[in-house]
């Protein structure tokens, strides 16, 4: 089978790119492993709502057109959200179709897969940045009578033995989860290492509202002091709810929920687990960072004259950390009876035999562009822009990326 | 960041810096760093230790001179303090540490110190090193390291730094989290 560009995943950033590359007129074909939003489909708990408010989810040619712009889509919404915008955009989406690997042919690259192989001039890689769930080595040494999940195998509390609970990350996953499962009557604690703090709503309005209007999210990977690490940032300590809830240390703290340090050692054998030192200062940097997301707000909405239709500027209270926090747990008393790792997620490539990664597994891109010619890259963190791995942010990255590929193949076809 | 040239001098080359983070980044191989310190007994509770020779980049360094550290006890120890105890020692690691990062990140930000001065306590229970009680551990139950900085800059960008600081710092690493230890006698 041929196609001028295969577009490898629909969810969001796959389905962005085919409504771009139709409106360029590029034939294309989307292969997909399962259904359209899949990893939304089988890869998320019960409870989880979006980050990000319904306005906030504006693809090429759609968005929202219900009449609550400010709620968080449930996963079921979600879903139905990106398949009915695979209709709207005609996607040619080829479904339950298992990319096997893509290599380098001698007319752009051979792509085989379970249901045929596919030669192609184009291809995007639009699998996404959370494809298997990080688990940090000294799981191996935890002793065999304790339950142990990922954040992607975790679907709610009723799953869980009664007992008590070792969440490890306190990133939008761990926060959200731990708060869930404690409510539950499941004693939890929560280790804690670097996280990025941020409340669901400030002076009035979302935060994700404020972040875009500041052109915070617009920030451009080209433009920012160091991209490598911007990329790596953790997730916003966020959590969408009917409620508009603030999750955050403070929050968890005053329903129970004990914080400790990051989870850094394991003794194989006596299962005795250790915990960093560094818990306070893992607060002090996620309250000033936020504070400093705050002030570029406050001098955005001065400088836009919002002072005086918005709730006056203000700052939250600091992390509250107990005095001497504690720097181990015996992981045989009995006190903690399951473990759930929301140590962040990382994107499965395995398929991919074109030599474009580097020592850590990344892919090496420039915005998107892949080196290898006519490989592109969407819907990691930070691409492109700050909202890169956002719904919102796939749009203004198809859009980009489908001209540097229209351009490609113009050059292509001179040649 | 700014990118305007402000005249800001605390002595730190973070060109130089920045260049070997550049040059490791693409061969990590030359990050592989071993420090090293031999120790003398002199006699009681006294000891010399001395620092001159490490690994990094790739090959053998020797420091301009060969830098000797007295360790003993105080006499409240029936010892005859002709040095810093030990773990004094450790303290002095962790404010030189913390210390010459705050001077690199507020170098790399652009923030002009003035004056910086650190204290540090550390809580010790004795009854954890005498054997008394094995419930108490040999170690510090806690540090607290309290910093005074003079500088070009806000309250929170002054945080800022030392937070940085902290989150960069080898020592503050080494006793935040465990590190496996082999001694052997040869």
């Given at each position: 089978m041929r196609t001028t560009t295969l577009i490898i995943g629909a969810g969001q950033a796959g389905l962005a790119m085919s409504r771009c590359l139709t409106d360029r007129s590029i034939d294309h074909v989307v292969l997909e492993r399962g259904e359209v939003a899949n990893s939304w489909k089988t890869e998320r708990w019960d409870s989880l709502r979006l980050l990000t408010p319904n306005w906030q989810s504006r693809l090429p040619g759609f968005g929202y057109e219900g009449d609550d712009p400010d709620g968080y889509r449930t996963m079921p919404e979600t879903i139905a959200f990106l398949e009915r915008y695979a209709e709207v955009v005609a996607a040619p989406v080829r479904t339950n179709t298992r990319v096997k690997s893509v290599r380098q042919s001698d007319d752009g690259y051979q792509v085989v897969t379970d249901q045929g192989d596919w030669q192609c001039q184009a291809v995007v890689l639009a699998t996404g940045a959370c494809n298997i769930a990080t688990v940090p080595a000294l799981a191996q040494a935890v002793p065999a009578a304790i339950n142990t999940l990922t954040a992607m195998q975790y679907?709610?509390?009723?799953q869980i033995e009664k007992g008590g609970v070792l969440v490890v990350g306190a990133s939008a996953t761990g926060t959200q989860i731990a708060d869930e499962i404690h409510r539950s009557g499941r004693p939890t604690t929560l280790a804690v290492g670097e996280h990025v703090r941020a409340p669901r709503v400030y002076r009035g309005r979302d935060i994700e509202w404020w972040m875009d209007a500041a052109g915070v999210l617009d920030d451009r990977y080209d433009e920012v002091d160091d991209i490598a690490r911007a990329r790596r940032v953790p997730s916003l300590q966020l959590a969408g709810s009917v409620e508009r809830r603030t999750i955050d240390l403070n929050s968890l703290t005053a329903i129970g929920v004990k914080l400790i340090g990051r989870l850094a050692h394991v003794s194989l054998g006596d299962g005795k687990a250790q915990f960093s030192g560094s818990l306070r200062n893992q607060c002090a940097l996620a309250d000033l960072k936020m504070n400093r997301l705050l002030d570029r707000i406050d001098e955005w909405a001065t400088e836009n004259g919002l002072d005086d239709q918005v709730e006056p500027s203000h700052r939250f209270e600091p992390t509250e950390v107990e005095a001497s926090p504690p720097l181990g747990l015996d992981l045989n008393s009995g006190e903690i009876r399951t473990i759930i790792w929301a140590t962040g997620f990382r994107p499965d490539y395995s398929w991919l035999d074109v030599p474009v990664l580097d020592r850590k597994g990344r892919i090496r891109h420039d915005g998107g562009v892949v080196e290898s010619p006519g490989m592109y890259l969407m819907g990691i963190p930070f691409l492109r822009r700050r909202k890169s791995s956002l719904i919102d942010g796939a749009g203004d990255d198809a859009r980009d990326l489908s001209a540097h590929l229209a351009s490609y193949l113009h050059r292509a076809g001179r040649s | 960041m700014a990118t305007s040239k402000k005249q800001v001098d605390n002595g730190v080359n973070v060109e130089a810096l920045l260049g070997a983070r550049k040059a490791l980044t693409e061969a990590p191989e030359g990050a592989k760093f071993q420090w090293r310190a031999t120790c003398k007994w002199v006699y009681g509770t006294h000891s010399r230790s001395s620092i001159h020779g490490y690994f990094g980049l790739g090959e053998e360094h020797k420091h301009k001179t060969e830098f000797t550290f007295e360790a003993d006890h105080p006499e409240v120890f029936a010892s005859e303090d002709k040095g810093a105890a030990p773990v004094e020692m450790v303290l002095c690691g962790l404010a030189s540490c913390l210390t010459a990062g705050v001077a690199a990140v507020a170098q790399h930000r652009e923030i002009q110190l003035r004056s910086v001065s650190a204290t540090l306590e550390a809580g010790m229970d004795i009854q954890g090193i005498l054997g008394i009680d094995s419930d108490v551990r040999n170690g510090f139950d806690g540090i607290k390291v309290t910093y005074k900085i003079d500088a070009d800059a806000t309250p929170d960008e002054i945080k800022a730094v030392v937070a940085q600081s902290q989150k960069r710092s080898a020592v503050y690493d080494i006793i935040a989290n465990p590190t496996n230890i082999t001694v052997e006698v040869s």
């Open positions: 679907r709610n509390p009723e | -």
